[in-house]
């Protein structure tokens, strides 16, 4: 009530654009937060419960391969000081000069660290045939791989695996117990406003950082106020940042790319695969889907092809060739990343197709190289995000017509996430794909006319049976 009457009084202040984002987003978008707010997100107590005490087994079970690892020296794994003698004195990994808080810092570096990873990679490359293999590995495996031959990257990706599942329980696990009420749901704090790329941040608990674990999204099982059990809905946004990206800069290659594939169906690549598979026929060079990815990524962040190939351990000139190569395929990303950048300088913010405006009030010449990312992305991300608002504003109002009977749980990252009773599961499914594809186009057809958008809808007891966990995803994540 109270930003509606705001709203009014200050309707002179508003810029044209800004206004429209008020009335057809920001405001509706907090009513439905609102209204999730006061039902609840459902999880499920014993699976949370279950999720505690795997978890724990887990942990009990690394710490003492870690202590087998570790002799002839004792180790605590909780003291920075044990581990980082034992990574230090037997593993041979080198630590910074200085006093036991620069070897805490080299500790943490080394758990976190892109090189870290990499490595691990290169040293298991005959081992391990494919990346999906290193992927989906579990601490046992791990052992039995790495304890003869590589003694010291088994010992730290223990560390790294125990650090994760550690993170997920403590912070993720018990704070989703802590904020669960009676009713066996949590009632998060939504805020439509609290991050300068658009997309909303909650509190109380902090469910939009959820971790992409399945420990963690088994919990979440729908049931109806009634307590009969729903499915979970996930429906999401495939590729949309790229989509997004192609109606925003109008990049023709993009667009005729997504076109064709929508005509190929089954038939057709996803366009990581795509850029792949052009690199090793135009350029004569092997890549990784992954890397491919990155290069196709990289101009929608303003990065260049030596940051990438500093990122990735390739040389220079390779990653020239893999750059040229797909820009020759998606020519407009370096262009508009100039042109946003132009526009940050000469007007100090930048303003999406759907009113959302950036401020960059500091920016000068010396401080070009430092926030070219942030411009570049700024109109692509703020509108996918603010475009996924606008699915899930219309999902909500179809609810309240009573024309579908589903909740809405949470928006995540390109996503929403929902309930259904099993009986209505299929019209709720063909709704949400019909409004998530139809979004760009209704609001935005200038640009968005001949893009296809695709919306991958998949519904199962809990969320993730309905939206399992990558296993490219698992790795990284315990790393």
Not at 179 to 204: E, I, Q, W, Y
Not at 250 to 259: R, S, V
Request: charge should be negative.
């Amino acid at each position: 009530i109270y930003e509606s009457l705001l709203s009014h009084k200050l309707d002179n202040q508003l810029a044209e654009q800004s206004h429209f984002l008020l009335e057809n987003i920001l405001l509706p978008i907090t009513e439905v937060f609102i209204k999730i707010q006061l039902r609840g997100v459902p999880i499920n107590p014993f699976a949370l419960a279950e999720g505690q005490e795997e978890l724990d087994k887990r942990i009990v079970h690394i710490d003492e391969l870690m202590r087998q690892l570790a002799k002839p020296f004792p180790l605590n794994v909780n003291a920075p000081a044990d581990v980082a003698r034992v990574l230090f004195a037997k593993f041979d990994f080198r630590p910074l000069e200085g006093n036991s808080t620069d070897r805490k810092k080299v500790l943490d570096k080394l758990t976190k660290s892109v090189a870290t990873k990499r490595d691990l990679a290169n040293v298991l490359n005959e081992e391990i045939p494919t990346l999906e293999d290193l992927f989906s590995l579990d601490e046992d495996r791990w052992f039995e791989l790495l304890s003869e031959s590589y003694p010291n990257y088994l010992f730290l990706m223990l560390l790294i695996v125990r650090r994760d599942l550690f993170k997920t329980r403590n912070t993720y696990l018990t704070e989703l117990g802590n904020f669960m009420k009676k009713d066996a749901r949590l009632h998060p704090v939504f805020n439509a406003t609290g991050t300068v790329n658009g997309r909303c941040t909650a509190s109380r608990p902090s469910l939009l950082n959820t971790k992409e674990s399945p420990i963690v999204k088994r919990i979440f099982q729908p049931f109806s106020t009634k307590g009969d059990l729903w499915y979970f809905i996930h429906g999401d946004q495939s590729q949309f940042e790229l989509r997004t990206y192609a109606g925003v800069a109008q990049d023709g290659g993009m667009i005729d790319f997504f076109i064709e594939q929508k005509r190929l169906g089954s038939k057709g690549v996803d366009i990581h695969t795509f850029a792949q598979q052009k690199v090793k026929e135009l350029a004569n060079a092997t890549v990784t889907r992954l890397v491919a990815k990155t290069f196709v990524f990289g101009p929608l962040y303003g990065r260049t092809d030596e940051s990438i190939a500093n990122d990735l351990g390739i040389s220079i000139d390779l990653a020239k060739q893999i750059g040229s190569t797909i820009r020759g395929f998606f020519p407009r990303g370096q262009e508009f990343a100039f042109e946003m950048l132009k526009e940050a300088l000469e007007t100090n913010m930048i303003v999406t197709p759907l009113g959302r405006i950036r401020h960059f009030p500091y920016l000068d010449d010396q401080m070009v190289w430092m926030v070219r990312n942030q411009c570049a992305n700024a109109p692509i991300q703020a509108t996918a995000n603010d475009l996924n608002f606008l699915s899930l504003i219309e999902l909500e109002s179809r609810i309240e017509s009573g024309e579908l009977d589903m909740e809405t749980f949470f928006p995540y990252h390109d996503a929403i996430e929902a309930g259904s009773p099993k009986g209505e599961v299929e019209t709720n499914v063909a709704a949400m794909k019909e409004i998530m594809e139809g979004i760009g186009k209704k609001w935005l057809p200038d640009l968005f006319g001949e893009i296809p958008l695709e919306a991958k809808i998949a519904y199962g007891d809990t969320w993730e049976d309905a939206e399992p966990s990558e296993l490219e995803n698992r790795l990284y994540d315990a790393a």
